[in-house]
């Protein structure tokens, strides 16, 4: 992925996203705009488990973060990808992922997803289709 060069803490992005894209397990998909492909707005890293797809990390490009983004919903969106990919697989729409324990509610309010314990949140079927039919129009 060429545009992974661009893609990195020097330029204001959190993870490591070269590290991500090397695990033979994992996928990263980007989430760019109709009619400019080639500005990523987020990036998500999922991989397909037996039974559920399992989100690595997820992120908004750095002027797509805090008061003054340019589009909102990029992570959302890109959690809707994830739980469409889960339907793909066979999966349900099934997916899971850590969280920081201070976005717990957050990812709760705005995902629908539910604390499994510790720091793991699930997000099942109901709440996958309510993402699928907000971001994806199809």
């Not at 997916?95 to 510790?118: C, N, R």
Request: charged share 25%; with cysteine; hydrophobic share 40%.
């Amino acid at each position: 992925m060429a545009d992974l060069k661009t893609i990195t803490k020097k330029n204001k992005w959190l993870f490591d996203w070269k590290f991500e894209h090397k695990q033979p397990e994992r996928e990263v998909y980007k989430l760019t705009i109709l009619g400019n492909p080639t500005i990523i707005q987020g990036l998500i890293c999922l991989e397909v488990k037996a039974d559920h797809v399992y989100m690595h990390l997820v992120e908004n490009a750095p002027f797509n973060k805090g008061n003054t983004k340019v589009y909102a919903g990029v992570a959302g969106n890109l959690v809707a990808f994830a739980c469409r990919l889960s339907f793909q697989r066979g999966h349900e729409g099934n997916i899971s992922f850590l969280s920081k324990s201070q976005l717990i509610e957050h990812y709760e309010k705005t995902l629908g997803a539910f604390h499994f314990g510790g720091r793991v949140m699930i997000i099942e079927t109901k709440a996958a289709l309510k993402l699928i039919s907000r971001y994806f129009k199809n």
